[in-house]
Nanobody, 117 residues
């Protein structure tokens, strides 16, 4: 199973970006999907999660600005990021619990989001 993230880039403060992450491989089912981020010199932190039924959870720092969603038919999770701030600058990683012959957790390769001060 591979997770391929895309959509990062350079955006001005107050702008928007949409990240995508596609899972591929011998997938039977994907349970929880999530986005994490890691800023320079900091630990990786959870940004948002979404269950297979569509229930979501967000870090307090992004509530009201970011929206996580998924397309189960496409094995894809999205992160719509609005009103971006310099403190959102980080490498964003997708993560998923994927059932193939067994349940395993997988990480994407990361996509860089830069919001200059």
């Amino acid at each position: 199973v591979q997770l391929q993230a895309s959509g990062g880039g350079l955006v001005q403060e107050g702008g928007s970006l949409r990240l995508s992450c596609v899972a591929s491989g011998s997938i039977i089912r994907i349970n929880n999907m999530a986005w994490f981020r890691q800023a320079p010199g900091k630990q990786r932190e959870l940004v948002a999660t979404i269950t297979s039924a569509g229930s979501t959870n967000y870090a307090d720092s992004v509530k009201g600005r970011f929206t996580i969603s998924r397309d189960n038919a496409k094995n894809t999770v999205y992160l719509q990021m609005n009103n971006l701030k310099p403190e959102d600058t980080a490498v964003y990683y997708c993560n998923a619990d994927v059932f193939t012959r067994q349940l395993n957790n997988y990480w994407g390769q990361g996509t860089l989001v830069t919001v200059p001060a």
